[in-house]
């Protein structure tokens, strides 16, 4: 099982509450931003783009815990920058988990072996490493060579330790299908408890903006790595996120689904989109207009997106909604979604691969913030 029964009957007893109570503009989960600045500088995100001031900052665990308990969502997801940085992530964590909430910390793990003694094993804790793919391609997607085996490394001395230990891969134009079906079994022959999956999304800050996937292009390339599926393979996701990825079926946005607390605040409308910031969680959902999103909005900048932070609350929705979706999802669960033209794809030759890199930055940092 890919979670625990306690977290999966949580989720489910707190999304069926808010359905009994006609509640619409629930979280799912929240996106605790504990600081923008990181050590690497990956051509896809734009958070170490802000200027020095910006990165230097933080948010305190008052703001942090304050934030969580005034949204009531039953899970934490802990991004960044890269929260190892954050000098009291430790207590960050400690707070959160003995309010009950499931934390994952997500972190590009090269500083994990140095910063594990801060945390301590529990089914409400896991370390989300952000890992693209195979070593070549992991490497080439984070603009630095090594992180992968450094990555890795951290990850076998976690598990060996009895973290919970997950993993989350963005993918972007020009993935290979086949390779990412090998880092598949890879990280479950480590010891993964599970992985999650997610296309790219082209927003502003990123430096490199001709590698982002539509959705065409997303459908197909899921298609091709989710089809034919082995069993062996465990997936954080609903089922149906996963179906709507390949193209069977259609969902429009949540964006209130799992919603972002920065040291600005909670970010309109999205993790990913920044038109202004509401001090409250209870500003953030009544004096947003969710009506100008998602792609029935004709919003441009929602046109291509199949993002996780809005689409799997839609199917999270969909499974607790109706019997249809209960049904839907066992389906899922017992599927390995068979598909002859997808494995004739996946098995087609390629094209060779294009030699130019993507657009590599090198952020500005202090000591500090390297650490």
Same mark, same amino acid.
């Given at each position: ?21 006609? &509640? ?44 969580v308990e005034e949204a009531g969502a039953p899970i934490v997801n802990i991004p960044g920058g890269e929260p190892l940085l954050h000098p009291q992530i430790g207590e960050i964590v400690e707070g959160l988990i003995a309010r009950g ?39 080439f997607a984070v603009a630095r060579e090594g992180t992968y085996d450094i990555a890795v490394d951290a990850m076998k001395e976690a598990i060996a330790k009895g973290f919970r230990v997950t993993t989350n891969s963005t993918l972007f134009d020009g993935a290979d299908p086949a390779s990412m079906r090998r880092f598949f079994d890879d990280m479950m022959e480590m010891g993964v408890e599970s992985m ?7 927003? !502003? ?43 069977? &079926? ?73 019997? !249809? ?15 002859? !033209? ?22 500005? &940092? ?6």
């Amino acid at each position: 099982m890919a979670v625990p029964v306690s977290q999966m009957w949580a989720v489910s007893s707190y999304v069926l509450k808010n359905r009994l109570q006609g &509640r619409k503009h629930y979280p799912l989960v929240v996106m605790l931003e504990v600081l923008f600045r990181c050590n690497l500088a990956c051509a896809g995100c734009g958070k170490v783009q802000y200027p020095a001031h910006v990165l230097k900052s933080q948010l305190t665990p008052e703001e942090c815990f304050r934030a969580v308990e005034e949204a009531g969502a039953p899970i934490v997801n802990i991004p960044g920058g890269e929260p190892l940085l954050h000098p009291q992530i430790g207590e960050i964590v400690e707070g959160l988990i003995a309010r009950g909430k499931y934390v994952y910390l997500c972190t590009n793990a090269l500083l994990l072996k140095e910063k594990m003694h801060l945390f301590k094993p529990s089914k409400f804790f896991t370390f989300t490493i952000h890992l693209d793919g195979e070593r070549d391609h992991h490497d080439f997607a984070v603009a630095r060579e090594g992180t992968y085996d450094i990555a890795v490394d951290a990850m076998k001395e976690a598990i060996a330790k009895g973290f919970r230990v997950t993993t989350n891969s963005t993918l972007f134009d020009g993935a290979d299908p086949a390779s990412m079906r090998r880092f598949f079994d890879d990280m479950m022959e480590m010891g993964v408890e599970s992985m999650m999956l997610s296309p790219g999304y082209s927003y !502003d800050k990123a430096p490199d903006q001709s590698h982002f996937l539509g959705k065409e292009r997303t459908r197909e390339l899921f298609r091709q790595i989710l089809s034919n599926r082995k069993k062996s393979w465990r997936f954080n996701a609903t089922p149906l996120f996963f179906e709507y990825l390949m193209g069977r &079926r259609q969902y429009e946005c949540t964006p209130w689904g799992i919603p972002t607390y920065t040291m600005f605040g909670w970010q309109k409308p999205c993790y990913l989109l920044q038109d202004g910031y509401a001090d409250t969680f209870k500003e953030l959902i009544d004096g947003t207009d969710w009506d100008a999103y998602g792609e029935k909005s004709g919003n441009p900048r929602c046109a291509n997106c199949m993002v996780h932070c809005g689409f799997e609350p839609s199917a999270v929705n969909h499974t607790f909604g109706s019997l !249809d979706g209960i049904v839907a999802t066992v389906k899922g669960m017992l599927s390995t979604y068979e598909d002859a !033209d997808a494995l004739a794809a996946l098995n087609a030759p390629r094209p060779a691969k294009q030699t130019a890199p993507l657009v590599q930055i090198e952020a500005e &940092r202090t000591p500090q913030e390297t650490r």
